[in-house]
């Protein structure tokens, strides 16, 4: 297996590892059943020479008799990319030799080879007589989105989508806001991309800096209310004073029981924009500032800081 499309390379690297075993131990075989496996649709190659391949087009239920006669043509089976039974939402397919027995294991690969051949050539002619995207219509949410510039009109998700994102991104509030920027200038579209493009987020909506939860508000008021239960009125009161505990020692018998305790917070400096928003010189400078901070503390918590830019391997380990 490697990552690319040079099928003859993977075969031959199959071929020399299979040879050097044989070298040292038959494997089980006869002229009857070829190489013996303990299930029966494997008898023979025991071959199964696959490619995972983007079909978006050819994929899809619009065109799925075809895709089906192609691969009955040449032989092969479709699957999802996670294995037998799979299905696959994002139009990227197994597809793989469906013989086994009778046949030699180039006579296999070719198979798959011509098969995924003939449904690349299916896929280019669907991909020229597709009607060219509208500027401003609906598009398909999904990991085809890789880019701000992929989100050229309103997403819309699977049925029975659960993010909150899906929930609340009306076309209203996506045609009030798309193409704006907030205070830091981080765009709408760059803060629901990542939502957009994993429909399997539980949020999908991530604030390019302090001034999105005012610019958008009409969007992010929804989310945080319906996460948090924390009204657009609402207040927070923050307090990091650890004398207000009331949490007395337990007792050793408890203490014991107790493997470690972990209390963290998250903070992002006022004057920088935030995840979705920064910049790498930005983040260079926020680590500058925070590690400066952190070395001018004393007593048990003064230490050394590693930045992971420089650390060394043996610092890693």
């Given at each position: 297996?490697?990552?690319?499309?040079?099928?003859?390379?993977?075969?031959?690297?199959?071929?020399?590892?299979?040879?050097?075993i044989?070298?040292?131990?038959?494997f089980?075989n006869?002229?009857?059943?070829?190489?013996?496996?303990?299930?029966?649709?494997?008898?023979?190659?025991?071959?199964r020479?696959?490619?995972?391949?983007?079909?978006?087009?050819?994929?899809?239920?619009?065109?799925?008799?075809?895709?089906?006669?192609?691969?009955?043509?040449?032989?092969v089976?479709?699957?999802?990319?996670?294995g037998?039974?799979?299905?696959?939402?994002?139009?990227?397919?197994?597809?793989s030799?469906?013989?086994?027995?009778?046949?030699?294991?180039?006579?296999?690969?070719q198979?798959?080879?011509?098969?995924?051949?003939?449904?690349?050539?299916?896929?280019k002619?669907?991909?020229?007589?597709?009607?060219?995207?509208?500027a401003?219509?609906?598009?398909?949410?999904g990991?085809?989105?890789k880019?701000?510039?992929?989100?050229?009109g309103?997403?819309?998700?699977?049925?029975?989508?659960?993010?909150?994102l899906?929930?609340?991104?009306?076309?209203?509030?996506y045609?009030?806001?798309?193409?704006k920027?907030?205070?830091?200038?981080?765009?709408?579209?760059?803060?629901i991309?990542s939502?957009?493009?994993?429909?399997?987020?539980?949020i999908?909506?991530?604030?390019?800096?302090?001034?999105s939860?005012?610019?958008f508000?009409?969007?992010?008021?929804?989310?945080i209310?319906?996460?948090?239960?924390?009204?657009?009125?609402?207040?927070?009161?923050?307090?990091?004073?650890?004398?207000k505990l009331?949490?007395?020692?337990?007792?050793?018998?408890?203490?014991?029981?107790?493997?470690?305790?972990?209390?963290r917070?998250?903070?992002?400096?006022?004057?920088?924009?935030?995840?979705?928003?920064?910049?790498?010189?930005?983040?260079?400078?926020?680590?500058k500032?925070?590690?400066?901070?952190l070395?001018?503390?004393?007593?048990?918590?003064?230490?050394?800081?590693?930045?992971?830019?420089?650390?060394?391997?043996?610092?890693?380990?």
């Amino acid at each position: 297996m490697e990552k690319g499309a040079d099928i003859g390379k993977v075969f031959t690297r199959l071929s020399i590892g299979a040879a050097a075993i044989e070298k040292v131990a038959k494997f089980a075989n006869d002229t009857h059943l070829g190489y013996i496996t303990s299930c029966p649709t494997n008898l023979g190659t025991a071959m199964r020479g696959s490619v995972h391949i983007k079909l978006p087009l050819l994929g899809s239920k619009a065109n799925k008799a075809a895709f089906q006669k192609i691969a009955d043509d040449f032989h092969v089976q479709i699957r999802g990319i996670h294995g037998e039974h799979s299905e696959t939402d994002d139009g990227v397919f197994d597809i793989s030799n469906r013989r086994r027995l009778g046949r030699s294991e180039v006579d296999l690969v070719q198979d798959m080879y011509n098969g995924v051949k003939a449904m690349i050539e299916a896929e280019k002619k669907l991909e020229a007589s597709a009607p060219k995207p509208v500027a401003g219509a609906d598009i398909k949410a999904g990991p085809h989105l890789k880019k701000v510039e992929d989100l050229t009109g309103f997403p819309v998700f699977p049925a029975g989508n659960k993010s909150l994102l899906c929930k609340f991104l009306t076309k209203d509030i996506y045609n009030k806001y798309k193409g704006k920027k907030d205070k830091a200038g981080v765009s709408f579209e760059q803060m629901i991309l990542s939502g957009s493009q994993n429909i399997d987020s539980g949020i999908g909506l991530y604030a390019g800096s302090h001034d999105s939860y005012t610019t958008f508000s009409d969007l992010f008021d929804k989310v945080i209310e319906e996460y948090h239960g924390h009204k657009k009125d609402g207040k927070h009161v923050s307090n990091m004073d650890a004398t207000k505990l009331k949490c007395p020692p337990f007792k050793p018998d408890e203490a014991a029981m107790i493997v470690s305790t972990r209390i963290r917070v998250g903070r992002n400096l006022a004057e920088f924009p935030l995840g979705p928003g920064v910049t790498k010189a930005q983040r260079d400078q926020i680590e500058k500032t925070v590690s400066e901070a952190l070395k001018k503390m004393t007593g048990e918590h003064a230490g050394t800081y590693y930045s992971l830019a420089t650390m060394s391997k043996k610092d890693q380990e």
